[in-house]
C-alpha cells in the first residue's frame, strides 16, 4: 500500500446545519432532596447544575408535581434561560402547605430536547399563624426602674405551632433602628415577661415591642404595637450626687418591712430619705455633707446630723454608726 | 492544501510530458475497453484512516472512461465530533468514574464520474486524472464507556446523567462527495495492472465538510 504524504482540514459547509446537539441533563442543585422547606421560606427556588451540551442556546424545564411520576404536575416553568457560574435557578409560585413535592428540571438545546435529570423531592411544612403580642406594661410613657419587666399577652395560633417564644426589643428610636436590649423568652402562662439583665440608662426614653416567634417551624407574628417608657432611679429621679459606691457599710435593721411608728403612724422602712442618706454616705459623702446635698439638691430632708453619738435623727427613725456600720433604729418615742 | 494537491501535480506533469512526446493520435488501445480493480488506501482526513473498495471504468471515447468508485473508509471523524464526544464524556464523568469514549465516523461511497488517460511514448505506464460526484453514507458511532463496559444504549438512565445524544454523535446521514484524483496505470502482465493513485474528495456534511485524501494503489484487470 502507497502512503502519500498528505494532509487535509475540515471546512464550515455551505449548507445548513440540520446537526442536533448532544445533551446531558442538569442536575437538581438546591433544595437537596428531602429537603424540609418551611411554609414561610416561600417562595422555593430550584436550582440545577447546568447541562453539558454539545450545542448552544440552552434553556431549561423545571416540573414540580405531587407524586413522583409527574402525573400530578403543579407547576412547570418552560424556557427558562441558562444561569451563569454553571447553576441555572428558578422561583416558584406559592405552593400549598403541609405537602411533598417532586421536581426534575431538564434542558433544550441545539435542537434537542434532553432528558429529565434525576428526581428530587421536598416538603412544604404547614401553615402556621401567630397573632400578634398585645403589650401589658409598660405602656407608653411610663416611669420604670432601671430593669423594668416588659409584659405581654400570649398570642394565639392557627396550625401545628410548635413552641412558642418571644423576642423582647428595646431601643431609643420608635423605629428600631438602634437596638439596645434584645432577648428570648419561653412563653409563660397566658403572658410572657422579659426583664433586662442589666440596668438601663435613668432619665432615658425607651421603645420596646414583643414577637411571637414558632423557631421550629421558623414562623413569626408581627411585632406587637410600640410602647415607650422612662427608667428613673428611685433615690436619685432627679439630680444625680456625684461619687462611687463603696465608703460605707450598711448594719442591722435595713430590711424592707412596713412598721408602725411610737404614735400609730404606719410606714414602709426603710424610709427614702434614710436610703437616700446612705446612698450618700457610701458615695464618700460625710453625714452632715450628706444632709447639706439633700437639701440643695432637690431633696429636701429634716435629717438632723448629731456628731457626739455619730447618729443622724429622723421623725420615726435613726441612724446610728456602729462599729464601722450604720444601723437602722426604729424609735420608740417622740 | 499544497500538500493535499501534490500528488495530484506529479501526476499532471507526467502526464502533460507523456502528451508532448506523443506524435500518434490518440485511440484506444486494445486493452482499453474497460478495467476493474480492487483498491486499498490511506485515508486522511482530521484523522488517519484506512479505505478499500473497488473501482471499475469502461472506454465511451479514446482515452476517455466512464468510471464508478465504491469503497469505505474507516473514519473520516472531523476534530469536531471527536471533541463533541468528549465534551459529553466528561458529563458522564461527572456521575460515573472511569469513564472513557470512541468517537468514529465510519463513509461509504459511492462516485460515479470520467477518467481521462494518456498515453506515454515509450512507456507502459498510463497516466489519468479523473473527477467526478457520488454520494457518502456517514455514520456516526461515538460509544461510551465506564469501567471499560458500553453504556451507550442505556445514557438516558440516572446513573449514567440522562444524556441524550443528537445527531451529532449518533445516528447516520447520506451527503453529496465530490472527487478528483489521479494516477499511473501499470501493466503487470497479460491484462493485470496496477494502479498508484491518490484522490481528494470532499464530503459534504454538516456542520462542516470533510476533506479526504486517500493515497494508495489499486491491482485489477484491464478488457
Request: hydrophobic residues 40%; proline residues 7%; aromatic residues 10%.
Amino acid at each position: 500500500m502507497v502512503v502519500a504524504g498528505c494532509t487535509s482540514s475540515t471546512a464550515p459547509s455551505a449548507s445548513s446545519n440540520s446537526v442536533t446537539a448532544s445533551v446531558v441533563a442538569p442536575r437538581p442543585a438546591a433544595p437537596a432532596t428531602g429537603a424540609q422547606i418551611k411554609n414561610g421560606d416561600q417562595p422555593v427556588s430550584l436550582v440545577v447544575q447546568n447541562a453539558i451540551s454539545t450545542g448552544t442556546g440552552t434553556t431549561y424545564t423545571f416540573e414540580v408535581s405531587g407524586d413522583a411520576s409527574f402525573g400530578a404536575k403543579v407547576q412547570t416553568k418552560d424556557g427558562v434561560a441558562e444561569g451563569s457560574g454553571g447553576q441555572t435557578t428558578v422561583k416558584l409560585d406559592s405552593l400549598a402547605a403541609a405537602r411533598d413535592y417532586y421536581w426534575h428540571a431538564r434542558a433544550t438545546s441545539g435542537g434537542t430536547v434532553g432528558a429529565f435529570g434525576p428526581t428530587y423531592k421536598f416538603t412544604i411544612g404547614p401553615a402556621i399563624t401567630l397573632s400578634t403580642p398585645v403589650p401589658i406594661s409598660p405602656l407608653t410613657n411610663a416611669q420604670t426602674g432601671p430593669r423594668p419587666t416588659l409584659r405581654v399577652s400570649n398570642v394565639t395560633r392557627t396550625g401545628s405551632a410548635g413552641a412558642i417564644s418571644y423576642k423582647f426589643e428595646i431601643a431609643t428610636s420608635a423605629a428600631f433602628s438602634t437596638v439596645a436590649v434584645t432577648g428570648i423568652v419561653t412563653e409563660g402562662v397566658n403572658e410572657t415577661g422579659f426583664t433586662p439583665s442589666s440596668d438601663l440608662t435613668n432619665g432615658t426614653l425607651y421603645f420596646w415591642r414583643a414577637s411571637a416567634l414558632d423557631i421550629t417551624n421558623g414562623i413569626s407574628s408581627l411585632p406587637s404595637s410600640t410602647q415607650s417608657f422612662t427608667p428613673v432611679n428611685p433615690l436619685w429621679p432627679g439630680a444625680l450626687p456625684p461619687g462611687t459606691s463603696g465608703h460605707a457599710r450598711l448594719g442591722p435593721g435595713w430590711a424592707p418591712q412596713t412598721l408602725v411608728s411610737f404614735d400609730g403612724h404606719v410606714f414602709d422602712s426603710p424610709p427614702i430619705d434614710e436610703q437616700r442618706v446612705f446612698d450618700l454616705l457610701d458615695r464618700g459623702f460625710d453625714p452632715q455633707g450628706a444632709l447639706n446635698w439633700m437639701n440643695s439638691n432637690g431633696y429636701p430632708t429634716v435629717g438632723v446630723y448629731y456628731p457626739g453619738p455619730q447618729v443622724i435623727g429622723f421623725p420615726y427613725t435613726y441612724m446610728a454608726l456602729v462599729n464601722g456600720a450604720w444601723e437602722l433604729v426604729i424609735r420608740v418615742g417622740g | 492544501m499544497k500538500l493535499l494537491v501534490a500528488p495530484l501535480i506529479v501526476t499532471l506533469a507526467f502526464a502533460g510530458a507523456a502528451s508532448a512526446q506523443t506524435s500518434a493520435p490518440l485511440r484506444p488501445q486494445p486493452a482499453d475497453a474497460g478495467y476493474v480493480e480492487a483498491v486499498g488506501q490511506a485515508a486522511f482526513s482530521d484523522v488517519t484512516s484506512q479505505s478499500y473498495g473497488v473501482e471499475a471504468g469502461f472506454s465511451v471515447r479514446p482515452h476517455l472512461q466512464l468510471y464508478a468508485d465504491i469503497g469505505f473508509t474507516r473514519d473520516v471523524a472531523p476534530t469536531s465530533f471527536s471533541d463533541a464526544a468528549g465534551t459529553i464524556a466528561g458529563g458522564l464523568s461527572q456521575v460515573q468514574s472511569n469513564v472513557g469514549y470512541t468517537a468514529k465516523e465510519p463513509a461509504t461511497f459511492g462516485v460515479f464520474g470520467i477518467r481521462y488517460s494518456v498515453n506515454v511514448a515509450g512507456s507502459r505506464a498510463t497516466p489519468y486524472l479523473k473527477t467526478g460526484f457520488g454520494l457518502a453514507h456517514l455514520k456516526r458511532e461515538a460509544t461510551f464507556t465506564v469501567a471499560g463496559a458500553d453504556v451507550t444504549a442505556n445514557l438516558n438512565q440516572d446513573q449514567y446523567g440522562n444524556i441524550v445524544l443528537g445527531s451529532d454523535l449518533s445516528g447516520s446521514s447520506n451527503k453529496a462527495m465530490f472527487e478528483f484524483g489521479g494516477g499511473v496505470a501499470l501493466p503487470l502482465f497479460s491484462h493485470l495492472l496496477i494502479d498508484l493513485q491518490a484522490r481528494y474528495d470532499r464530503i459534504f456534511a454538516d456542520p462542516a465538510g470533510i476533506n479526504l485524501i486517500r493515497a494508495g494503489v489499486g491491482i485489477g484487470v484491464r478488457f
